[in-house]
């Protein structure tokens, strides 16, 4: 069952920085692309990136780009999200989540996430 465990959220000042990880569970993440998510309570989940299956492209959402940067290591099993210039606006639950290709239908179910608090 293709399932991830995110970690690296916690509180952060805006302008800060976090650098998010996803490791894979019980399946081997070279073979899926790599989208991170977010969700804040009362709204729906939305895509902030996501990464091909041979990490040749990329794409993010209009709101993260130019600050955020994800990346893979297959090596490790691993996914990231290098989080700067935080804004009030990222705070959110973030979620990992495999499917063939970017904006492919979403294969497994979902981790716990990682909280992300920017906030002075």
């Known amino acids: 069952q293709l399932q991830f465990v995110e970690s690296g959220g916690g509180l952060v000042q805006p302008g800060g920085s976090l650098t998010l990880s996803c490791a894979a569970s019980?399946?081997?993440?070279?073979?899926?692309?790599i989208g991170w998510f977010r969700q804040v309570p009362g709204k729906e989940r939305e895509g902030v990136s996501c990464i091909s299956e041979g990490g040749g492209s990329t794409n993010y959402a209009d709101s993260v780009k130019g600050r955020f940067t994800i990346s893979r290591d297959n090596a490790k099993n691993t996914a990231g999200l290098r989080m700067n210039s935080l804004k009030p606006e990222d705070t959110a639950i973030y979620y990992c989540a495999a499917s063939i290709t970017c904006g492919g239908n979403l294969l497994g179910s979902w981790g716990q996430g990682t909280q992300v608090t920017v906030s002075s």
């Open positions: 019980g399946f081997t993440l070279e073979y899926y692309a």
